[in-house]
């Protein structure tokens, strides 16, 4: 068979040489050891926690070896894409801090190895495909749908395995003469791979999370291009990642079976094979069971979903590399107020079977980030939110920083800040009362006569004053328990609670809850001070006049 002559039959039009193409990209000038990586996403529109854990992934591996991080788009297959889907997964990754280098952006391309959207990249694909066919390891095959269904079962009546491979691979060594004529007939074809490999073969492979494995040899002749000259992903991934200097493939274990037939198309390209980082899937407890996070079942799996319920942005990296790297823990408790980013990350650490999303551990790691936020970073993300997502609330907090500030600045500080927030949706439920539109109707516990509460704000209005510091303020309290004959001994009261009508606890709930509406909240005195004389006073006037 003349190679040379079916590869001009099959692409007449293409006149650059792979060295020509090489040329075009050349070798990245790096620091050694630098990692470029991608992120390849298809542009399905929806965006998962998946996603931003192999974004995360990729851009720390990338940047903290002064490496590089692109984006490309796989819209190899258009009856899968959702217009728009690009632009909310470049905006999705961005709000968590993942910066693409290069790459497909809003506007267009931005970078030298492009272009960064495959179906632009037609054209380089076939330059490759014209030398595999040109040295005999590709040829066109023009089975029909028809033909491969009868093939497949077959292949399943007789319990062999699935694919175009050995006896059915009847397009494997046709003559030219037979190709030009399906050819002029016009009959459609697609491009496919001529496999070396056997399945009695197998070697030895390094994945920098599975470790070694052992691979059996591809033996099917799997399709290079589809019928419209449009790659496979298989085929894409090997030129794509071989002229964008790819170093580094982080991306899903789904994509490890395909892996031997991905080595053998590297080799047979004659591209460098890059290192392989394959992630295990999310994975959930379900009763005893772990299982895959489902886009289905698992609301939890979109990214919006985290947007939505006010996770902030580094509560979710933290939590995220708590899960991925198993030292990062101790190392944030070594160093409490480090950047992210000072952590080193190592995909060796990764679990090889797939990480355990665990929503209660999210809550704990969220709350802790925010404790630790200062109260003006705690107002700004906090307003942000509320402005998308509960916009009443976002006004409030927008009209008045300083003084959602304040609020927000209790408790704050310190060796053990208060961790009312886990998401910013906490945050109504805990700050909420401040503004009167919020403030709700006290429910007193019944077993104290209204008579006796209603005294007890009365004389607490009589004694008030804003000036008082926090000792005073409390021995008043104190004083107006004595004087109503409850008392302020506490453990007197835990040995006999019989003994006494109520306690100054008791007393406190009733002003606390006149103020706030609540039976719990922040430190009540510095509530007061927060919300002033006057409206500490009318919050109890306003009270006693409806006991
Ligand atoms: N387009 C592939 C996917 O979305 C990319 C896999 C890869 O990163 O190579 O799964």
């Known amino acids: 068979m003349d190679y040379q002559a079916l590869a001009e039959l099959l692409f007449p039009n293409v006149t650059e040489t792979p060295d020509d193409v090489q040329a075009r990209f050349p070798r990245r000038q790096l620091p050694e050891g630098a990692v470029v990586t991608r992120m390849a996403p298809s542009p399905t529109g929806f965006v998962h926690l998946g996603n931003l854990v192999q974004g995360m992934i990729s851009e720390r591996m990338a940047h903290q070896s002064g490496g590089v991080l692109f984006l490309r788009v796989e819209d190899t297959d258009a009856k899968r894409e959702v217009p728009g889907a690009v632009e909310v997964l470049i905006d999705s990754l961005e709000h968590y801090s993942i910066r693409f280098d290069e790459g497909a952006t809003h506007t267009g391309d931005n970078g030298s190895y492009g272009p960064y959207r495959q179906r632009q990249r037609a054209s380089i694909y076939h330059v490759f495909a014209k030398k595999l066919v040109s040295e005999g390891k590709a040829y ?7 033909e491969l269904t009868a093939m497949r079962e077959q292949q399943e009546a007789n319990k062999e395995n699935f694919g175009y491979y050995g006896k059915y691979a009847i397009w494997r060594d046709r003559s030219i003469d037979e190709i030009k004529a399906q050819i002029d007939a016009g009959n459609p074809w697609v491009l496919r ?49 071989e002229l964008m200097r790819t170093t580094h493939v982080v991306r899903g274990d789904e994509w490890l079976p395909s892996l031997p037939f991905h080595i053998q198309l590297f080799k047979a390209l004659g591209f460098n094979l890059p290192k392989y980082v394959h992630i295990g899937p999310l994975m959930k407890m379900d009763g005893n069971s772990k299982r895959k996070l489902s886009k289905r079942k698992d609301p939890e799996l979109a990214l919006t979903y985290y947007k939505g319920e006010g996770f902030p942005v580094q509560a979710m990296r933290e939590y995220l590399m708590t899960v991925l790297n198993s030292n990062f823990e ?15 990350f190592s995909p060796k650490k990764l679990n090889p079977a797939g990480s355990l999303f665990d929503y209660a551990k999210l809550v704990d790691v969220s709350k802790n980030v925010i404790s630790r936020m200062a109260a003006e970073e705690v107002c700004t993300l906090l307003t942000q939110w509320a402005m998308e997502f509960d916009p009443g609330f976002g006004e409030k907090l927008a009209s008045d920083p300083e003084f959602a500030t304040k609020i927000l600045a209790i408790g ?24 009167d539109e919020y403030l709700q109707k006290p429910q007193f516990d019944e077993k104290f006569d209204k008579a006796v509460i209603s005294d007890v704000l009365n004389r607490f209005l009589e004694k008030f004053d804003i000036a008082d510091d926090s000792g005073t303020w409390f021995e008043k309290v104190k004083a107006i328990t004595t004087e109503i004959g409850f008392t302020t001994d506490m453990k007197a009261y835990k040995v006999d609670p019989t003994a006494f009508p109520g306690t100054v606890a008791d007393v406190s709930t009733f002003i606390r809850q006149a103020v706030t509406g609540k039976t719990n909240s922040p430190d009540l005195y510095t509530v007061m001070q927060i919300l002033g004389k006057d409206r500490t006073v009318a919050r109890i006037r306003n009270v006693i006049a409806q006991l």
């Open 140 to 146: 066109p095959c023009f089975c029909t749908e028809e």
């Open 412 to 435: 704050r500080g310190g060796k053990k800040p208060r961790k009312d927030l886990a998401t910013w949706k906490d945050a109504k439920d805990y700050m909420g009362f401040f503004y």
């Open 193 to 241: 791979f001529k496999s070396e490999g056997s399945i009695e073969n197998q070697f030895k492979f390094d994945d920098l999370v599975k470790g070694k494995l052992t691979i059996t040899e591809n033996d099917v002749d799997n399709v290079l291009l589809k019928s419209d000259g449009i790659p496979t992903y298989h085929f894409a991934h090997a030129v794509d990642d």
């Open 330 to 344: 101790d190392w944030r408790r070594a160093n409490p107020d480090a950047a992210i980013e000072d952590f080193k």
